[in-house]
């Protein structure tokens, strides 16, 4: 399987600390990649310099084999990006707001309208479409969210912490919608989450990053049933999770 | 660009802001100009009109201030209240992420705004004019002529280039400033600082560098308003006011003030009352507007070197 994302050496300075540090990463085609790691661990920025949308302070980026940094557009054209706390311009209908993203997308038209209906289809808000977004509860905006990164019909999408802020059902149907994606679609995706039990529910392969490093990477298979030095076990991506940040806890409840 | 252009301008257009504007600007126009309009026919009943009958509609006051005097005030206003939201509003709405990961370059982002916020200055403007020339019409029944056609349509542009500075200046604002409200607040300060505080800024100065210690010692005060007026013109406001008042009368000639002139110069001045055919107006506007227009281009050269740079890191 090719690489979809591929970083070597990745460094990102922001006003002299080290944000991200010598990150090696990689996405292969179709597999859902949970991105992991605490609050400020530089998961953000480092799905900015997938985008393009910071410039890398060292080490090299391919995304779709192309260059972020020099080739931004491209990279945007097919790289759909959900961003933490997405917004929409809340006195537009959905329809309108998905218009507005297809045409800077450069799809106008009936192409544009046809779009649209699918993927208001496909994210389960048919019904929603002319209403305005206003009234929209988080995870209408969520799925709405997502339709907009599948009017331009991406290869592969940066999901940051969609189920941020959900209900119980609402993380349900949108993991449901990720996994459905990826089997129907093709896609691949990198999802960044705070909910292990739900990322190793889908993810194919997790990277855990902390202080801008990546301390775990590998396939579920892989990282479960690790031993520890201490030789306890990690049954799940919790324990795996706990044991590089809070490492004391995990290991008594084994 | 031109997608970002459309939304803007269907969104000014449709917001309640513009609305309020839209209204105050008509009202208070159509006050002034019925009023000057009649004082205009009073003054001129008897005698036969000048030749810039129509143009005196826009510089005579009525019972408050000339129109002329109302959108060298109140252009700025309309300029920061169209921009000061501009990428700052985005920001807190968390559309800009999801706007810069769209394949669009980033500076059409602020260029579709300026453009959007000019054009709907542009068709402001446009319609007052043609409502006003409606009104005087009706009012003076002075015709104009081809000549002050042409020159209300340059005193169109003017006004158009005054209320974009401004409207980059809020843009610029909106970039550098995360919260609206301070972005707002920085505009209109900005605006009263030129509007009201140069003069005194300027005597002030000039007092310092040239004093005047007898007043009738008239090399001393020459230069002592000399050195006012240069300093004065850092301020759009006053740039925007010597251009249009020279512009909409065809008797001045010189964008100094009357007091300025020696005993000579008036007295020819009274005896050859004649027009200033238009393109010599304009050469003594040409300064001043270059001044105005270089001045909207830094601001929105500004705006664009803070935008390109600025990390969009909503957190």
Known sequence: MSAVIHTQGLEKTYAGKKVVLELDLEVRQGEIFGFLGPNGAGKTTTILMLLGLTEPSNGTVRVLDMDPARNPLEVKRQVGYLPENMGFYPDLTARQNLRYVAELNGIYGNEADRRIHDTLNQVGLEDAGDRHVQGFSRGMQQRLGIAELLLKDPGLIILDEPTLGLDPDGIRGMIELIRQLRDERGLSVLLSSHLLHQVQQICDRVGILNEGTMVACGSMNELINQKTAEGARLESLEDIYMHYFHSAPAARRL | ?315
């Open chain 2, 1 to 315: 660009m031109w997608t970002i252009f459309r939304k803007e301008l269907a969104d000014h257009f449709s917001s309640s802001r513009f609305l309020i504007m839209l209204c105050l600007i008509a009202m208070v126009t159509l006050i002034i100009t019925y009023m000057a309009g009649i004082n205009l026919r009073e003054e001129l009943s008897g005698g036969s009109k000048p030749g810039s009958a129509f143009l005196m509609l826009f510089t005579t006051s009525g019972r408050f201030f000339s129109l002329s005097q109302f959108i060298t005030f109140f252009g700025p206003l309309l300029g920061i209240i169209m921009g000061f939201d501009a990428i700052n509003g985005e920001r807190s709405k968390g559309t800009l992420p999801k706007l810069l990961s769209q394949p669009i370059y980033r500076d059409a982002i602020i260029n579709g705004k300026f453009l959007a916020g000019v054009a709907v200055i542009a068709i402001l403007f446009t319609s007052l004019i043609l409502l006003i020339a409606g009104l005087g019409l009706l009012t003076v029944g002075a015709i104009p002529g081809i000549n002050e056609v042409a020159r209300l349509i340059i005193y169109l542009l003017v006004s158009i280039a005054y209320v974009a500075f401004w409207l980059g200046l809020s843009i610029v604002f909106s970039i550098l400033f995360r919260s609206v409200a301070t972005s707002a607040l920085a505009g209109v300060a900005l605006w009263i600082f030129l509007a009201f505080f140069t003069g005194f800024c300027s005597s002030l100065i000039a007092d310092a560098v040239a004093p005047v210690d007898n007043q009738k010692n008239t090399q001393q005060v020459i230069a002592n308003r000399e050195v006012k007026h240069k300093i004065s013109l850092i301020s759009p406001v006053n740039l925007y006011t010597d251009a249009t008042s020279t512009l909409l009368n065809p008797y001045r000639k010189t964008s100094k003030s009357f007091a300025l002139l020696g005993p000579m110069e008036r007295i020819s001045m009274n005896r050859f009352q004649n027009p200033l055919p238009l393109g010599q107006s304009l050469l003594v506007v040409v300064p001043y507007l270059t001044t105005l227009l270089s001045l909207t281009v830094i601001c929105f050269g500004a705006a664009y070197i803070c935008f390109l740079r600025q990390e969009i890191r909503s957190t």
